[in-house]
Nanobody, 122 residues
Framework: QVQLVESGGGLVQAGGSLRLSCAAS????????MGWYRQAPGKERGLVAT???????NYGDSVQGRFTISRDNAKKTVYLQMNSLKPEDTAVYYC????????????????WGQGTQVTVSS
């Protein structure tokens, strides 16, 4: 069973920074795409950023230029550096991993973390 463990959320003032981390547990051989999504109260879950194993990134329009996604393939960990935070960035942030292969030859699609709260005060 693959699990994603997130950390780094919290409360920050507008203009501040936070760094989220998400580590995949279990004996994993590879993960194709890892990413972050967020869901604010009353809104649908939406894309923040994704990154492939080769380093190709994709960002949501609202975070472009402020957030940076990166990953450590050896540690099966993805990071999200969030700078110049705004109150509208307040949401639960979810880690996602897609196309996971384990050493036991099990294949997983679209695994989600439990979510971490990010609150930006004005």
């Amino acid at each position: 069973q693959v699990q994603l463990v997130e950390s780094g959320g919290g409360l920050v003032q507008a203009g501040g920074s936070l760094r989220l981390s998400c580590a995949a547990s279990a004996s994993i051989f590879s993960i194709n795409t890892m990413g972050w999504y967020r869901q604010a109260p009353g809104k649908e879950r939406g894309l923040v950023a994704t990154i492939t194993s080769g380093g190709t990134t994709n960002y949501g329009d609202s975070v472009q230029g402020r957030f940076t996604i990166s990953r450590d393939n050896a540690k099966k960990t993805v990071y999200l550096q969030m700078n110049s935070l705004k109150p509208e960035d307040t949401a639960v942030y979810y880690c996602n991993a897609d196309e996971i292969k384990t050493y036991g030859s099990t294949y997983y699609r679209n695994v989600w973390g439990q979510g971490t709260q990010v609150t930006v005060s004005s």
